[in-house]
Protein backbone atom coordinates (compact mmCIF):
# COMPACT_ATOMS: atom_id res chain seq x y z
CA UNK A 1 0.00 0.00 0.00
CA UNK A 2 1.23 3.32 -0.63
CA UNK A 3 1.63 6.25 1.86
CA UNK A 4 3.45 9.31 1.77
CA UNK A 5 5.53 11.52 3.89
CA UNK A 6 4.58 15.36 3.71
CA UNK A 7 6.80 17.82 5.25
CA UNK A 8 7.16 21.86 4.96
CA UNK A 9 10.14 24.39 5.50
CA UNK A 10 10.67 27.97 5.63
CA UNK A 11 14.22 29.15 3.98
CA UNK A 12 16.24 31.98 3.43
CA UNK A 13 16.81 32.20 0.16
CA UNK A 14 14.97 33.19 -3.08
CA UNK A 15 13.08 30.47 -5.24
CA UNK A 16 15.47 30.42 -7.84
CA UNK A 17 18.07 30.18 -5.50
CA UNK A 18 16.62 27.19 -3.80
CA UNK A 19 15.84 25.70 -7.38
CA UNK A 20 19.64 26.00 -8.09
CA UNK A 21 20.75 24.57 -4.96
CA UNK A 22 18.41 21.57 -5.18
CA UNK A 23 19.72 20.99 -9.30
CA UNK A 24 23.07 22.34 -9.76
CA UNK A 25 25.79 19.22 -9.13
CA UNK A 26 27.97 21.48 -7.34
CA UNK A 27 25.56 22.92 -4.84
CA UNK A 28 24.29 19.38 -4.28
CA UNK A 29 27.73 17.23 -4.05
CA UNK A 30 28.49 20.13 -0.99
CA UNK A 31 25.21 19.58 0.76
CA UNK A 32 23.19 16.56 -0.31
CA UNK A 33 24.70 13.63 -1.84
CA UNK A 34 28.92 12.32 -2.48
CA UNK A 35 28.58 12.00 -5.62
CA UNK A 36 25.67 12.99 -8.71
CA UNK A 37 24.87 12.55 -11.98
CA UNK A 38 21.86 15.21 -12.69
CA UNK A 39 20.14 16.46 -16.11
CA UNK A 40 17.98 18.91 -16.57
CA UNK A 41 14.45 17.68 -18.01
CA UNK A 42 11.61 15.29 -17.38
CA UNK A 43 13.06 11.62 -18.26
CA UNK A 44 16.57 12.90 -17.56
CA UNK A 45 18.83 11.26 -14.76
CA UNK A 46 18.49 12.49 -11.14
CA UNK A 47 21.41 10.16 -9.77
CA UNK A 48 22.71 10.35 -6.36
CA UNK A 49 24.68 7.93 -4.54
CA UNK A 50 27.46 7.03 -1.96
CA UNK A 51 27.74 7.32 2.09
CA UNK A 52 25.91 10.62 2.19
CA UNK A 53 22.74 9.35 0.80
CA UNK A 54 19.99 6.81 2.84
CA UNK A 55 20.75 3.14 2.21
CA UNK A 56 24.16 3.53 0.56
CA UNK A 57 23.71 3.04 -3.17
CA UNK A 58 26.13 2.43 -5.30
CA UNK A 59 26.50 4.34 -8.91
CA UNK A 60 24.88 1.08 -10.14
CA UNK A 61 22.04 1.39 -8.26
CA UNK A 62 21.53 5.03 -8.13
CA UNK A 63 18.66 4.82 -10.70
CA UNK A 64 16.80 7.58 -10.24
CA UNK A 65 14.86 9.79 -13.01
CA UNK A 66 13.27 13.53 -13.44
CA UNK A 67 9.56 13.03 -13.40
CA UNK A 68 8.93 16.97 -13.04
CA UNK A 69 10.74 20.10 -13.53
CA UNK A 70 9.74 23.37 -13.45
CA UNK A 71 12.47 25.95 -13.16
CA UNK A 72 11.87 27.86 -9.38
CA UNK A 73 8.80 26.31 -8.83
CA UNK A 74 9.20 22.52 -8.79
CA UNK A 75 11.16 19.71 -9.21
CA UNK A 76 10.11 15.92 -8.35
CA UNK A 77 12.27 12.18 -9.40
CA UNK A 78 11.73 8.78 -8.87
CA UNK A 79 14.04 7.27 -6.38
CA UNK A 80 14.65 3.00 -5.54
CA UNK A 81 15.34 2.58 -1.91
CA UNK A 82 16.01 -0.88 -1.08
CA UNK A 83 14.59 -2.17 -3.72
CA UNK A 84 10.86 -0.21 -3.25
CA UNK A 85 10.01 2.28 -5.56
CA UNK A 86 9.27 5.83 -4.37
CA UNK A 87 9.05 9.34 -5.83
CA UNK A 88 9.74 12.95 -4.00
CA UNK A 89 7.93 16.13 -5.52
CA UNK A 90 9.23 19.37 -4.37
CA UNK A 91 7.30 22.40 -4.49
CA UNK A 92 9.27 25.74 -3.91
CA UNK A 93 7.00 29.07 -3.41
CA UNK A 94 7.86 32.64 -2.46
CA UNK A 95 7.04 33.23 1.12
CA UNK A 96 7.66 36.80 2.76
CA UNK A 97 11.38 37.14 2.04
CA UNK A 98 12.60 33.47 1.49
CA UNK A 99 10.75 30.72 0.61
CA UNK A 100 8.37 27.87 1.47
CA UNK A 101 9.31 24.25 0.51
CA UNK A 102 6.63 21.76 0.57
CA UNK A 103 8.01 17.84 0.25
CA UNK A 104 6.12 15.15 -0.78
CA UNK A 105 7.40 11.89 -0.29
CA UNK A 106 5.38 9.04 -1.56
CA UNK A 107 6.42 5.29 -1.23
CA UNK A 108 5.05 2.62 -3.35
CA UNK A 109 5.44 -0.47 -0.69
CA UNK A 110 6.76 -1.14 2.67
CA UNK A 111 10.67 -0.15 3.16
CA UNK A 112 12.72 -2.98 4.86
CA UNK A 113 13.60 -0.74 8.43
CA UNK A 114 12.07 -0.62 11.38
CA UNK A 115 9.95 2.78 11.89
CA UNK A 116 9.74 3.61 8.56
CA UNK A 117 7.43 6.58 8.49
CA UNK A 118 9.79 8.12 11.71
CA UNK A 119 12.97 7.07 9.17
CA UNK A 120 11.79 9.57 6.32
CA UNK A 121 11.01 12.06 8.58
CA UNK A 122 13.74 11.72 10.54
CA UNK A 123 16.25 11.67 7.19
CA UNK A 124 14.41 14.71 5.24
CA UNK A 125 14.92 16.98 8.45
CA UNK A 126 18.81 15.96 7.76
CA UNK A 127 18.72 17.29 4.69
CA UNK A 128 17.17 19.84 4.77
CA UNK A 129 19.18 21.04 7.31
CA UNK A 130 21.48 21.07 5.73
CA UNK A 131 20.24 23.10 2.98
CA UNK A 132 19.41 25.38 5.06
CA UNK A 133 23.02 25.51 6.27
CA UNK A 134 23.84 25.69 2.92
CA UNK A 135 21.59 28.19 1.79
CA UNK A 136 23.16 30.67 4.88
CA UNK A 137 26.63 30.26 3.64
CA UNK A 138 27.44 26.91 4.33
CA UNK A 139 28.52 27.17 8.18
CA UNK A 140 26.92 24.23 9.63
CA UNK A 141 26.79 21.76 7.48
CA UNK A 142 26.76 18.15 9.00
CA UNK A 143 26.49 15.41 5.75
CA UNK A 144 25.53 12.02 7.43
CA UNK A 145 27.43 8.76 6.80
CA UNK A 146 25.01 6.11 6.28
CA UNK A 147 27.74 3.56 6.06
CA UNK A 148 28.39 4.94 9.90
CA UNK A 149 27.86 1.59 12.32
CA UNK A 150 27.93 4.19 15.22
CA UNK A 151 26.58 7.54 14.09
CA UNK A 152 26.48 10.40 17.00
CA UNK A 153 26.84 14.29 16.25
CA UNK A 154 29.97 15.84 17.80
CA UNK A 155 30.58 19.43 18.22
CA UNK A 156 34.05 21.45 19.44
CA UNK A 157 33.92 24.69 21.29
CA UNK A 158 36.29 27.07 23.24
CA UNK A 159 34.66 29.28 26.04
CA UNK A 160 36.84 31.95 27.82
CA UNK A 161 35.89 31.04 31.23
CA UNK A 162 38.03 28.43 33.22
CA UNK A 163 37.03 24.99 33.49
CA UNK A 164 35.32 25.22 36.96
CA UNK A 165 33.24 27.88 35.63
CA UNK A 166 32.45 26.13 32.58
CA UNK A 167 31.44 22.72 34.98
CA UNK A 168 28.97 25.35 36.81
CA UNK A 169 27.15 26.38 34.09
CA UNK A 170 26.57 22.80 33.10
CA UNK A 171 24.93 21.64 36.99
CA UNK A 172 23.54 24.79 38.30
CA UNK A 173 19.91 24.90 37.37
CA UNK A 174 19.09 28.67 37.41
CA UNK A 175 21.95 28.27 34.48
CA UNK A 176 20.77 25.07 33.14
CA UNK A 177 17.19 26.89 32.81
CA UNK A 178 18.73 29.66 30.71
CA UNK A 179 21.01 28.04 28.09
CA UNK A 180 18.79 24.30 27.95
CA UNK A 181 15.61 27.24 27.09
CA UNK A 182 14.22 24.48 29.91
CA UNK A 183 10.80 25.32 31.67
CA UNK A 184 12.31 24.63 34.86
CA UNK A 185 15.57 22.67 35.82
CA UNK A 186 16.43 19.91 38.40
CA UNK A 187 19.45 19.22 38.85
CA UNK A 188 21.15 16.34 41.31
CA UNK A 189 25.13 16.46 41.03
CA UNK A 190 26.00 12.74 41.25
CA UNK A 191 25.60 9.84 39.26
CA UNK A 192 22.11 9.08 38.88
CA UNK A 193 21.31 12.17 39.74
CA UNK A 194 18.08 13.73 38.46
CA UNK A 195 18.57 16.25 35.37
CA UNK A 196 15.32 17.55 34.19
CA UNK A 197 14.84 20.28 31.87
CA UNK A 198 10.45 20.45 32.02
CA UNK A 199 10.24 19.57 28.44
CA UNK A 200 6.54 18.64 27.86
CA UNK A 201 5.24 18.97 24.49
CA UNK A 202 2.80 16.83 22.32
CA UNK A 203 3.63 14.51 19.02
CA UNK A 204 0.62 13.03 17.29
CA UNK A 205 -1.91 13.87 19.90
CA UNK A 206 0.39 11.76 22.55
CA UNK A 207 2.30 13.92 25.35
CA UNK A 208 5.77 13.44 25.70
CA UNK A 209 8.55 14.26 28.27
CA UNK A 210 11.71 15.37 25.97
CA UNK A 211 15.19 15.77 27.18
CA UNK A 212 17.00 14.47 30.12
CA UNK A 213 16.18 12.48 32.91
CA UNK A 214 19.08 11.23 34.66
CA UNK A 215 23.05 11.89 34.89
CA UNK A 216 24.78 9.28 34.16
CA UNK A 217 28.46 10.32 34.73
CA UNK A 218 30.08 13.00 36.92
CA UNK A 219 33.11 13.71 36.91
CA UNK A 220 33.51 16.88 38.40
CA UNK A 221 35.05 20.17 36.63
CA UNK A 222 36.07 17.47 33.66
CA UNK A 223 32.95 14.96 32.24
CA UNK A 224 29.13 15.21 32.55
CA UNK A 225 27.12 12.38 30.44
CA UNK A 226 23.67 12.57 30.75
CA UNK A 227 20.72 9.69 29.35
CA UNK A 228 18.58 11.41 26.26
CA UNK A 229 15.01 10.47 25.71
CA UNK A 230 13.56 10.04 22.10
CA UNK A 231 11.45 12.96 21.21
CA UNK A 232 8.48 11.65 19.73
CA UNK A 233 8.94 9.67 23.05
CA UNK A 234 8.92 6.22 21.73
CA UNK A 235 9.83 3.63 23.86
CA UNK A 236 11.47 1.54 22.20
CA UNK A 237 13.83 3.67 20.99
CA UNK A 238 16.64 3.43 23.95
CA UNK A 239 20.26 4.06 24.67
CA UNK A 240 21.00 7.90 23.84
CA UNK A 241 23.66 10.22 25.81
CA UNK A 242 24.98 13.24 25.39
CA UNK A 243 28.33 14.16 26.93
CA UNK A 244 29.93 17.28 27.59
CA UNK A 245 33.94 16.71 27.83
CA UNK A 246 35.90 19.94 29.43
CA UNK A 247 39.77 20.31 29.09
CA UNK A 248 41.50 23.55 29.66
CA UNK A 249 43.37 25.10 26.81
CA UNK A 250 45.36 28.08 28.40
CA UNK A 251 43.04 30.05 29.70
CA UNK A 252 39.88 28.84 27.88
CA UNK A 253 38.35 25.46 28.16
CA UNK A 254 37.72 23.44 25.81
CA UNK A 255 34.40 21.97 25.64
CA UNK A 256 33.66 18.75 23.53
CA UNK A 257 29.77 17.69 22.91
CA UNK A 258 28.92 14.59 21.53
CA UNK A 259 25.25 12.91 21.06
CA UNK A 260 25.61 9.53 20.53
CA UNK A 261 23.55 6.06 20.66
CA UNK A 262 21.48 6.35 17.53
CA UNK A 263 20.49 3.45 15.97
CA UNK A 264 21.33 4.50 12.96
CA UNK A 265 22.50 7.67 10.92
CA UNK A 266 18.98 8.77 9.71
CA UNK A 267 17.99 8.93 13.48
CA UNK A 268 20.55 11.64 13.88
CA UNK A 269 17.29 14.09 12.01
CA UNK A 270 17.96 17.60 12.91
CA UNK A 271 20.09 17.03 15.91
CA UNK A 272 23.01 18.80 14.56
CA UNK A 273 21.28 22.16 14.34
CA UNK A 274 19.45 22.07 17.13
CA UNK A 275 22.69 21.23 18.80
CA UNK A 276 24.46 24.12 17.73
CA UNK A 277 21.89 26.51 18.90
CA UNK A 278 22.13 25.32 22.25
CA UNK A 279 25.84 24.63 22.53
CA UNK A 280 26.07 28.23 21.60
CA UNK A 281 23.63 29.26 23.80
CA UNK A 282 25.81 27.30 26.92
CA UNK A 283 29.07 29.29 25.67
CA UNK A 284 27.44 32.38 25.98
CA UNK A 285 26.46 31.39 29.63
CA UNK A 286 29.34 30.22 30.42
CA UNK A 287 31.01 33.36 29.48
CA UNK A 288 28.63 35.74 31.41
CA UNK A 289 26.32 36.21 28.81
CA UNK A 290 22.48 35.91 28.66
Not at 38 to 44: L, Q, R, Y
Not at 60 to 72: H, K
Request: charged share 20%; hydrophobic share 40%.
Amino acid sequence: MAWTHEHAWKLKATPSRVFAALTESSDLTTWFAEHVDIGDHVGASFRFWGCHTLDTPTAAQATQRISAWSRDRALAFTWQIAAVETEVAIAISAEGDGSRLLLHHTVSGTLPFPRERELLDDHWRYVFGNLAMHLAGGSGISLPDFSDAQPEVRQTILIDAPRDVVFHTLITPELVTQWFDAKSSVVEPRVGGRYELGWKYQVNGRDVVGGTTRIVEFVENERLVLDWLDWRGDASVTGQTITFQLETVGVQTRVTFVHAGFQRTADIGDYPFGWTYFVGKFKAVAEGGV
